[in-house]
């Protein structure tokens, strides 16, 4: 109404359009908006109104619905005074389809036979749809599909289908009409579910998926050894277009791969690309070397095994349940959590619950939420009685954390201490005295906490941040820690051998890979020194009211650079930070640089893990070849920690007077822009480092002749068949893989989708998925970015069903033409041998044996769909046991 009456006074539409844009936009122009309504006839008993009279701001709402733990919203009925209404409808039942019944619709059936009016079915996308419309088509109902909801007014048919990302459905009374939501047929939980696994990464994919796999790139292919990856080749095979990837061995040999094996291929990790060591096709070179490993696999999976029986034989008494006390904790976080915070958050509290002795990596960027996971854990450490070192690896990263749980722990009776070089003798004494008493709750602290005088009286968790800090002697000194109590490890880029552990199992791994609202990117450049564009850049900051960092990581000729810095940049203010100050002094220049008071800080790696300053946006890295990789990405995250768009400048000698492993690392920082990218540089870090041995000190091995992925993948094989009480079979740890020509085609057209590159990484998506689900997913996700999939595409994931299938009964290859086919089984099926022969008793001129391993059949099939029925009863019907 305060709207319509507006426009009786404002016939120019761009006020309202802001007034309706924003509550603050509305705020801005009230003035002038009662000005010229006093300048027109008014109703005195209707005053126009301020907005904020009339609007509630949604920062307010939520201050408001903060004060109850829940808000719940049921149905109710208003009494019919004016100005209420009561709506004609009621919420839907739940039609759950069960894929476990004969009938798997038979709810929905139900519901459509005994409602006698229209229904529609909203789906959340496209491809949920198209999903959906197989599913019910299956089951004998044929939706018609609209577009929108005037299409299924217009339309007459009992049963629609549409996309609408509904929450709920409802029934309309007076229109007699039932939308119907996927909630009501899959469960709110399970559309959660599918919608976190969209958005989750997954940490050991980002190692053996293709993503980032370039032309000339090492690639291991699992039956002949490490080539060169050369690209995607279309090639006619029997009059059939069939796409291969073309691979390049020793001494110029090729071998063309169909797109359907690609879980075969994997990025080669282990060594720089071109010191890869290809092998030669037809020789026994690889086999030779896949053995090796394999060997010194089998060791290494019984030695895992043994440190699983350890974990699990020790034991500790399990921390509290959360209470209502946590949940308040949790609320007072003044952020939203991201899903991947909140998983995190979820793995670490359920592993503090159990009796095993917790050992978790949290992954996640720079100003990704880690701190707010550990905050969480020593809740609720200290709820359950426990103490909690905090081990951080400078003293600046220890003042912040000690800052940072005092403002965050301060409504709550614990006792937050630190111990750095910043306090004195006195007071390091007396917080010496409350660990051992038990009088202090948390304690935050550099390398001072794991010496000798340090003796905790009821230790429950230990949290150590940036582990790539820390050398081996400190980690010596942890170990006394893992077996007794909870670890929590905190790390934006994990070191090579850390990642190599998490992901083989060993350590239990979380990754925040989600970046906060808002959050850019950093651009990043690589340049030799220039004066020009140093002034330029830092001029550029400066003058949008931001801070730069100058990192100079030589003590000796600091002061020069600051010279130098104030020669060039006399409109910049200027300070210099390095850790042989003073330790007062020292605080009181990050501090400065905190509350601005200087715009520019020339400083040494001290920074690495320093406090957290909004306001620095543009960072200078001198001498960037002489940093790891870790180290720099680290560097580089001091900066882009708000909204506003960060530049990290990494200054360099020229490209002859630096090392390969120095150039690589540049080159690996400055491609890595991605926010959330720490996990997949560690991995580069990986690659450039050697993977190093999961328990021995060598940095390299095995490994890097067969590559990281395969290494990981036979150790996988390996331990679980030391778990299933079998003998690894050295001579037959190789994949079981199922080749199925259909002598159709069934691949992805490049008139469908033309890159290259993304191809092949839904190729490689495809071949590795695990079950019917994460292939039914697949199809979704491609028909909402590229439109509905085209016969071959439908023909290339009815393919990969059918070999998920296969794969369960033993079989090695399924050849398919216009009138018949043969099924080669392993020398092991998992068929029973009656179930065969029962079949070609039945059908004897339809099905006969060929040899021990082969079955023939034949039927008439002439295009793609015929044959993908006959060859998924057939499957069926071997599954089946015999009669």
């Known amino acids: 109404e305060q709207t319509a009456r507006l426009t009786d006074y404002l016939p120019d539409n761009t006020l309202l359009v802001q007034l309706n844009d924003t509550f603050n936009a509305a705020e801005l122009f009230w003035q002038e908006i009662q000005i010229r309504y006093r300048q027109h006839s008014v109703d005195p008993e209707r005053p126009l109104l301020p907005p904020i009279n009339v609007f509630v701001p949604v920062e307010e709402l939520f201050s408001q619905f903060k004060q109850w733990q829940r808000l719940q919203c049921q149905n109710f009925e208003l009494d019919g005074s004016a100005g209420n209404s009561n709506y004609a409808t009621v919420m839907p039942p739940s039609l759950p389809l069960n894929s476990k019944q004969d009938r798997p619709c038979e709810a929905l059936h139900q519901f459509i036979d005994k409602f006698s009016g229209r229904i529609l079915i909203a789906a959340e996308s496209a491809g949920r749809r198209e999903t959906l419309l197989d599913l019910l088509r299956k089951n004998q109902l044929q939706p018609k599909v609209v577009d929108n909801w005037d299409a299924f007014i217009n339309e007459n048919a009992p049963l629609c289908i549409t996309v609408a990302p509904l929450e709920q459905g409802l029934l309309l009374q007076v229109e007699n009409i039932a939308v119907v939501a996927e909630t009501q047929l899959f469960g709110q939980q399970v559309m959660q579910r599918r919608r976190r696994s969209r958005k989750k990464r997954d940490s050991d994919a980002i190692i053996r998926n293709l993503a980032e796999l370039t032309i000339g790139d090492a690639v291991v292919h699992e039956d002949h050894g490490v080539g060169r990856y050369l690209g995607l080749q279309t090639l006619d095979v029997g009059d059939v277009a069939t796409e291969y990837v073309t691979l390049e061995y020793a001494k110029g040999d090729k071998l063309y791969v169909p797109v359907a094996s690609l879980d075969l291929i994997s990025r080669y990790s282990g060594s720089a690309p071109e010191l890869a060591p290809l092998h030669q096709l037809g020789t026994t070179q690889w086999e030779k070397a896949r053995r090796r490993a394999a060997e010194k696999v089998r060791d290494v999976a019984a030695e895992l095994l043994d440190i699983y029986a350890k974990r699990a034989a020790n034991k500790k008494p399990p921390m509290q349940s959360p209470d209502e006390q946590y949940e308040a904790f949790s609320a007072a976080f003044p952020f939203e959590t991201t899903p991947d915070q909140q998983d995190a958050i979820d793995a670490v509290i359920a592993d503090m619950q159990s009796e095993t002795p917790m050992d978790r990596l949290v992954c996640g960027d720079v100003g990704f939420g880690k701190t707010e996971v550990a905050m969480r854990a020593a809740f609720l450490a200290v709820q ?62 550099t390398h001072k906490l794991l010496q000798q005088d340090i003796d905790p009286k009821r230790l429950g ?7 790539h800090r820390f ?24 070191i090579p051998r850390t990642l190599n552990m998490s992901i083989s199992g060993i350590r239990d791994l979380s990754i925040i890979a989600t970046a906060p609202a808002r959050r850019l990117a950093i651009k990043t450049f690589v340049l030799q020194w220039n004066a020009d564009k140093i002034r330029e850049g830092m001029l550029r900051e400066i003058k949008r009211g931001g801070q730069v960092y100058f990192l100079h990581n030589k003590v000796e000729d600091i002061d020069r650079v600051a010279r130098e810095l104030e020669t060039l940049m006399p409109e910049a203010r200027i300070a210099v930070a390095h850790g042989q100050m003073r330790e007062r002094e020292l605080e009181q220049v990050m501090l400065d640089f905190y509350h601005q008071r200087f715009n520019v800080l020339v400083c040494t790696t001290i920074i690495e893990t320093g406090i957290d300053v909004p306001t620095a946006n543009t960072i200078f890295i001198d001498r960037a070849d002489k940093l790891g990789l870790a180290q720099l990405y680290q560097i580089r995250g001091r900066v882009g920690r708000s909204h506003h768009r960060a530049y990290a400048y990494l200054i360099t000698p020229p490209q002859q007077a630096m090392t390969a492993d120095a150039i690589k690392r540049l080159e690996a920082i400055e491609s890595i822009e991605d926010l959330g990218a720490g996990f997949t540089l560690a991995t580069h870090d990986m690659e450039i480092r050697g993977a190093g041995e999961l328990l021995g000190d060598e940095q390299s091995g095995q490994m890097q002749e067969i590559g990281f992925t395969l290494y990981n993948e036979l150790l996988e094989r390996a331990v679980n068949a030391l778990k299933s009480g079998k003998t690894p079979d050295l001579d037959n740890m190789a994949r079981h893989t199922v080749e199925i020509d259909l002598h159709v085609p069934a691949l992805i057209p490049s008139d469908y989708l033309p890159d290259v590159h993304t191809r092949l990484v839904l ?9 019917k689900e994460a292939l039914r997913e697949l199809q979704v996700e491609m028909i909402d970015r590229f439109g509905l999939l085209p016969e071959p595409v439908q023909t290339l994931f009815a393919v990969h069903e059918l070999r998920l299938k296969a794969k369960t009964i033993g079989i090695r290859k399924i ?37 021990q391993d082969k079955l023939r059949f034949t039927d008439n099939m002439p295009d793609a769909e015929s044959r993908i029925m006959v060859i998924d009863t057939l499957l069926d019907n071997l599954l089946k046991p015999a009669a």
């Open 461 to 467: 968790l230990f949290i150590l941040d940036e582990e």
């Open 763 to 771: 190729y490689k998506r495809i071949a590795a998925a695990a079950d």
């Open 471 to 494: 050398g081996v002697t400190q980690k010596e000194q942890l170990k006394k820690y893992r077996a007794q109590i909870d670890v929590l490890t905190l790390t934006a880029t994990p």
């Open 815 to 851: 050849d398919v033409y216009d009138q018949g086919g043969r099924l080669l089984f392993d020398k092991e099926p998992q068929v029973e041998p009656m179930t065969i022969i029962q079949l070609i008793q039945k059908q004897p001129s339809r099905f006969k044996l060929d040899g």
């Open 384 to 445: 359950s009685g426990k103490q909690v070192l905090v081990l951080v690896p400078t003293t600046l990263l220890a003042q912040q954390h000690y800052e940072n749980f005092k403002d965050r722990f301060a409504d709550w009776p614990m006792r937050v201490e630190v111990l750095s070089r910043f306090r004195s003798k006195k007071q390091l004494d007396d917080v010496k005295s409350a660990i051992s008493e038990g009088t202090a709750d948390i304690v935050i602290g």
